[in-house]
């Protein structure tokens, strides 16, 4: 089977706009015995629930304060942020090759990568503080941050997504004049074009590979309404995304390569609900997960599986599979640390075209991007090493045990005679406890615990001294 490839707050924040929107997310959960019988979706008698094995995406720097997932590519890259105290660092992170901080620009100590595509190019947005102070859209080759051209007499913008043609968008300017923009081929173009009831874009969120870009509008003659606005590069025509009822506006913030919009829909600039929208079906509402009460899609693949963010008390990430709507926390195995639904950190931000989602949760009490796999998509991986003396000398017959993840029980193994033990078929992204033990010797650390999302062939036990 294959592997895809390759601050303690209460709230998320994102570069996106004149300042960083701030998603106050939220709440509850389904009982533990609805995880463990069968596995058995929201609300829906009958269904299964997709199966997710969940991975750290972790730090930049092992002093950093915690790490938020932005997006993740529809080949499987995720990009986000590690954040450290006077900054945060942009990166990058596979499943083969784990977390990549990438180049910081000089001057602008914050910056965040908000997409990649599956060819190396990466952009997002540094700025001067956490709020977004004097952002620059930036675009990352080779690790490199290169500041994005502006359009005519701007000084500001974003980058938010870059397609496989290396077409991004975001926007330049801020308050009150900030308009979507379009880089391209070295240029930087503002969308000029609006819809037919004369909306225009304030920031465009996303773009796919065919040119659809979708993002933020304002309705000049009701400047108190949301617009969720779509503008298609190769007809050169904008229009709406609108029509749940109770509501009048929208957001659009994501689209997938098959052309499907997802979102927030709302009255005026009120409590939003989920869409999906699609030009032969139009505007549905994805169902909330159980006890929320509002919520927004953000990502969505050529499947239509869409994820986001719903709340009440906590902040509460979900999928969308078309069917049903699950609470993220419910599709991964119980044990792991990770807590996904009593928290207002979390989220589910984006899913690849594999299902990989990537978001933010809390891990053991630590704010942590996340990437979630698949069962079908994951892979066993080994853990092997050796047992030896201070002064390097191996040492037979010690007994190595493992427990934990995917394991019935306690398993052992006895060193040879050059001190090697191995733990085979062990399924990826799951924490196993390791311990060694030998008569007449100490080890200074006897029990090691391990989340391993690749073969591990180093993890060795040395004594004391003795």
Request: glycine content about 16%.
């Amino acid at each position: 089977m294959k592997f895809f490839s390759s601050l303690h707050r209460s709230n998320f924040l994102v570069f996106t706009g004149a300042c960083v929107a701030v998603l106050f997310l939220s709440l509850a959960a389904f009982s533990q015995s609805d995880r463990n019988s069968g596995r058995k979706s929201s609300g829906q008698q009958g269904v299964e629930m997709p199966q997710y094995q969940i991975f750290d995406i972790g730090l930049v720097q092992p002093t950093d304060d915690a790490s938020q997932g932005v997006r993740v590519s529809p080949g499987g890259i995720a990009v986000g942020r590690s954040m450290r105290s006077g900054g945060s660092q942009a990166f990058t992170w596979t499943g083969s090759g784990g977390i990549v901080g990438l180049g910081e620009l000089s001057g602008f100590s914050y910056c965040v990568s908000n997409s990649a595509n599956d060819f190396g190019f990466v952009v997002g947005t540094c700025a001067q503080t956490f709020f977004g102070s004097n952002r620059q859209p930036v675009i990352w080759q080779n690790g490199i941050a290169t500041v994005l051209p502006f359009p005519a007499g701007q000084t500001i913008g974003d980058a938010n997504q870059i397609n496989s043609s290396g077409v991004a968008v975001g926007s330049a300017g801020g308050g009150s004049l900030q308009f979507g923009v379009i880089y391209s081929g070295g240029t930087a173009t503002a969308i000029t074009q609006t819809t037919s009831g004369g909306s225009f874009f304030v920031t465009a969120f996303g773009i796919n590979d065919s040119g659809r870009v979708v993002g933020q509008g304002i309705d000049p003659n009701n400047a108190a309404r949301n617009v969720g606005i779509v503008y298609d590069i190769g007809s050169d025509q904008a229009f709406e995304v609108t029509g749940l009822s109770g509501t009048n506006g929208a957001l659009a913030f994501g689209v997938s390569n098959a052309g499907h919009v997802v979102g927030s829909a709302m009255m005026n600039q009120g409590s939003g609900t989920p869409f999906i929208w699609t030009e032969a079906g139009g505007m549905t509402a994805i169902p909330l997960p159980v006890g929320t009460s509002q919520g927004s899609a953000r990502g969505v693949n050529s499947n239509g599986w869409t994820v986001g963010i719903a709340s009440s008390a906590f902040a509460i990430p979900f999928l969308y599979d078309g069917t049903a709507t699950y609470r993220v926390a419910d599709l991964i195995p119980p044990g792991t640390g990770w807590d996904l639904s009593t928290n207002t950190s979390s989220s589910a931000m984006g899913i690849s075209e594999d299902n990989v989602i990537v978001g933010t949760g809390v891990l053991n009490g630590e704010v942590h991007a996340y990437a979630m796999v698949p069962v079908e998509n994951t892979v066993n991986v080994s853990l092997s090493g050796r047992v030896l003396h201070a002064n390097g000398i191996p040492i037979g017959n010690a007994i190595v045990t493992i427990s934990g993840g995917n394991l019935p029980g306690t398993i052992s193994a006895r060193t040879g005679s050059f001190g090697y033990f191995q733990f085979d078929e062990l399924e990826a992204g799951m924490t196993y406890t390791v311990s060694v033990r030998m008569r007449h010797y100490t080890f200074g650390e006897p029990t090691r615990i391990v989340t391993p999302d690749a073969n591990i062939t180093d993890l060795d036990f040395i004594t004391n001294g003795e």
